[in-house]
């Protein structure tokens, strides 16, 4: 009997790809739908902030030397915990976390992934009901399976992500995820506690008209960059500016939102930290894959996000994404500069 049924859930679409791969071990499916899981959790969570004393710094700092709150702990706790308890990831990096975590047990020594991943992003927003969200990165281990994971399964570049995605806690929770096929969107239906595909195959727009920037940063901004936003600001009849500017300062928010209406989204470097804010593993590599796998870009300002090869796991770096064609005009105004 055939289920005439038009809306596939986060585990089925995951388990329809896996039948296009007769050979597929199914981890990959596994691994994500555990990362679904801790998703679902840390959204009740997410939403009852503003009720229970959830709230204020957990009285600890990260790594980065940053206040931590209590949600971002639990946030951590619980996309640590699923990948643990599952049968497909080795072991795991968190933006939390001054080291990576290999699981070391018999199921887990087995497992073909790492998972890399900022557990609550934006997180300085999550006391005044901004959306704040989650980023992960999943790669192919390189060491010897049926040993413990090591720390090179961690240092890999961007291009070697097998699948990478982020979870946006906003006025409804969605989950996106982009493999080499693909990037597809899953909005979490209430009703019935699932992810469901509502976005798919996401392409990113060539040509967009929204700019996201900390304009506060302005003038301590290379030359180029400065160029590239006041152009952002010109009447424009080829570019279709002046661009309007939208800056959440929660990335997950700003770059959804330019993903899907095209846009581009900066953090670049100052003078006084040359390398930004955001984090190469956690924060940029997994978004410039979903960005190139819809059809975007993204660069340090120098070179494509994905070639790089990280040194360190919680290294930063200037970070540009979005729309091909912005990409194109920003990179016009950089080169410019830098000759
Ligand atoms: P945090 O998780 O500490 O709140 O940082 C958020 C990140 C990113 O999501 C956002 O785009 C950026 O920091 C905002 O930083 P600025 O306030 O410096 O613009």
Redesign the pocket.
Known sequence: MSVNRKVLTLDEFTIQQLRDFPNATGELSNLLRDIGLAAKRVNVEVNKAGLVDILGDAGTTNVQG?DVKKLDVFANNQFMGVLRHGISCAGIGSEELDDIVIFDDDVSNNSKYVCLFDPL?????IDVNVSIGTIFGVYRRISEKGKPCTKEDFLQQGIKQVAAGYIIYGSSTMMVYATRRGANGFTLDPSIGEFTLSHPDIKCPENGKIYSV?HGNFFLYEEGVKMYIDSCQKRNKTNGGPYTQRYI????S?VHRNLIKGGIFM?PGTIDRPNG??RLLYECNPFAFIIEVAGGKATDGKQRILDIQPESLHQRSPFFIGSRNMMAELETHLKKKNK
């Open positions: 940053e992003d934006g997180s300085g927003n900390n300062g929660s990335m997950v700003d953090y804010k955001l």
